[in-house]
């Protein structure tokens, strides 16, 4: 059973930016295929990220300005999430989430992610 911690979650201002932390133990994480996705109140679950065991990133949410970036360091076990420009409709929880495969889903396929971490709170408002 793989054990993922998030954290850096919290309060923003719109315009501002967090950074997430998905960390799991270290030298493990690069079995696995890591997966961001959020809950936004109002609306489904969605993907966010992923990236592979070679740290080559999967969007799933796209967005003109590229705010969201993906990254992992399987040194520290810890995949990151960082999101810039942060609007009032990304707040939610976020969740990290591995997959037992070195490869992402090209598509946002929330069954093929094993493991799941309790989520960390995004709350963007002024």
């Known amino acids: 059973q793989l054990q993922l911690v998030e954290s850096g979650g919290g309060l923003v201002q719109p315009g501002g930016s967090l950074r997430l932390s998905c960390a799991a133990p270290?030298?493990?994480?690069?079995?696995?295929?890591i997966g961001w996705f959020r809950q936004v109140p109002g609306k489904e679950r969605e993907g966010v990220a992923c990236t592979n065991d070679k740290n080559s990133p999967t969007y799933y949410l796209v967005s003109k300005e590229g705010r969201f970036n993906i990254s992992r360091d399987n040194a520290k076990g810890t995949v990151y999430l960082q999101m810039n420009t942060l609007k009032p409709e990304d707040t939610g929880i976020y969740y990290c989430?591995?997959?037992?495969?070195?490869?992402?889903?090209?598509?946002?396929?929330?069954?093929?992610?094993?493991?799941w971490g309790q989520g960390t709170q995004v709350n963007v408002s002024s």
């Open positions: 989430a591995a997959r037992s495969s070195s490869f992402c889903p090209s598509t946002v396929s929330f069954d093929r992610f094993d493991y």
């Open positions: 270290a030298f493990t994480l690069g079995l696995y295929a």
